[in-house]
């Protein structure tokens, strides 16, 4: 059994110094993770909250209440950089309003997500998957196939 282990372990040395470790993140990933980072009393103000992926951005959406009306949002966000093991990205476009409070409603959770100066960071650490990895930073990020695939390497 220890060989074994021991043979797992120098596959994922090796993957990590041959580029890095492919590692998708999918919708649902990130709607746990949105849904995670919501307190209970902004929980009540954000619901039929879903993640979905169109192209090259990753697009949020729900409702929220404002003053007694029902307002439905979309948030579309593009991954535009890397820095250790956090994703950032920016907010493209807005639906129906750019409203910086309707933002921070959703995309602002520390410590799992932050959202500040028009960027969201997303700490990839509270995924298992990428949290097993021991070494290694993000070195690459693409949406593709309706997922962002992270590359976890040195």
Do not use: C
Request: avoid cysteine.
């Amino acid at each position: 059994m220890k060989n074994f282990m021991d043979r797992i372990k120098q596959f994922a040395a090796d993957a990590i110094e041959a580029g890095g470790i492919p590692i998708p993140v999918t919708a649902d990933m990130l709607l746990m993770l949105f849904r995670a980072g919501t307190k209970q009393e902004k929980a009540n103000e954000i619901h039929n909250l879903d993640v979905t992926f169109r192209e090259d951005t990753v697009s949020i959406s729900g409702f929220t209440r404002k003053m007694l009306m029902e307002i439905q949002f979309e948030l579309q966000l593009k991954p535009v950089k890397a820095k250790d093991r956090t994703l950032y990205f920016e907010v493209v476009k807005m639906k129906p309003l750019n409203q910086n409070w309707i933002k921070n409603l959703v995309l602002n959770h520390p410590p799992v997500t932050v959202y500040e100066h028009g960027l969201l960071e997303v700490d990839l650490n509270h995924f298992e998957t990428i949290r097993k990895i021991k070494v290694g930073n993000i070195q690459g990020f693409e949406v593709r196939e309706q997922k962002i695939w992270i590359t976890v390497g040195r």
